[in-house]
């Protein structure tokens, strides 16, 4: 199964962690935010600048994706969590 970012909504930055849309093969689009301690801990943002923030989630994108595809069948109405527990460390 696929997984890919959604063109039409970039990631941006929200109180400190990164809100991204995921489109899933077979599945509709689902939104997710990836917390700023994953991004600094396992995917080595330098700072929680936006900026490194964003960098940081560009490294990792093919990992987070993995990640997200994984938690996008949780039932839920709105923004799905990932956090460093999330992530192999």
Known sequence: MSTELA??????VMDGAVRF???????????FE???DALTEIFGAGSR????L??????GKAE?????AEAGGTPT???VP???GDFRQ
């Open 49 to 52: 600048s936006e900026e490194d």
């Open 34 to 36: 990836i917390s700023g």
């Open 77 to 79: 109405s709105g923004v």
């Open 7 to 12: 063109k039409e909504v970039q990631p941006m």
């Open 64 to 68: 987070i994706l993995s990640v997200a």
């Open 21 to 31: 849309t995921a489109r899933f093969e077979g599945r509709k689009a689902q939104e």
């Open 82 to 84: 990932l956090g460093t």
């Open 54 to 59: 964003l960098e940081a989630f560009r490294r």
